[in-house]
């Protein structure tokens, strides 16, 4: 997936987070298991490491519930709760900080094994950042191979 996030740090020593003058664009992977029809995990793992101001960049790995709102044809919009960490670097340091992400998207089956994932937001919660709760939020696109 490719994805385009706000990192919610402009690179001040005073650490607060402030809206960054650029976004990050980065790449990453995801993976859903389906236990059931409306039990679902999804995890991913996110490197937004382009555009970089003042050497800027986040990592993610989330985990966590995905749930299905409803199939419409070959379209399936669905909501997520994602846990993890989230590293960050910068000029002035670098460091883990735990992450909640909350988001939701849509999928379209192109065929029974391939889909695209047209949209998918997710807006974050870094509650251990070192001045306050950094909150990045931002969007994907991606493309998904079903093996089972």
């Given at each position: 997936?490719?994805?385009?996030?706000?990192?919610?740090?402009?690179?001040?020593?005073?650490?607060?987070?402030?809206a960054?003058p650029?976004?990050?664009?980065?790449?990453?992977?995801?993976?859903?298991?389906?236990?059931?029809?409306?039990?679902?995990?999804?995890?991913?793992?996110?490197?937004?490491?382009?555009?970089q101001?003042?050497?800027?960049?986040?990592?993610?790995?989330?985990?966590?519930?995905?749930?299905?709102?409803r199939?419409f044809?070959?379209?399936?919009?669905?909501?997520?709760a994602l846990?993890?960490?989230?590293?960050?670097?910068s000029?002035?340091?670098?460091?883990?900080?735990?992450?909640?992400?909350?988001?939701?998207?849509?999928?379209?089956?192109?065929?029974?094994?391939l889909?695209?994932?047209?949209?998918?937001?997710?807006?974050?919660?870094?509650?251990?950042?070192?001045?306050?709760?950094l909150?990045?939020?931002?969007?994907s696109?991606?493309?998904?191979?079903?093996?089972f």
């Amino acid at each position: 997936m490719g994805s385009v996030f706000q990192p919610d740090y402009a690179g001040s020593f005073s650490f607060q987070p402030e809206a960054s003058p650029q976004p990050l664009i980065g790449v990453g992977g995801y993976v859903d298991f389906g236990f059931r029809r409306y039990l679902q995990f999804e995890a991913e793992g996110r490197w937004l490491r382009f555009n970089q101001y003042q050497d800027i960049y986040q990592d993610n790995y989330l985990i966590g519930p995905r749930i299905p709102i409803r199939k419409f044809g070959r379209w399936t919009p669905y909501g997520k709760a994602l846990f993890g960490w989230g590293t960050m670097n910068s000029a002035f340091f670098s460091g883990r900080f735990a992450n909640i992400a909350l988001g939701g998207g849509v999928d379209y089956d192109l065929s029974r094994k391939l889909s695209v994932r047209v949209a998918d937001f997710e807006y974050q919660l870094w509650p251990n950042w070192v001045n306050g709760t950094l909150k990045p939020y931002g969007g994907s696109v991606g493309v998904a191979y079903k093996i089972f």
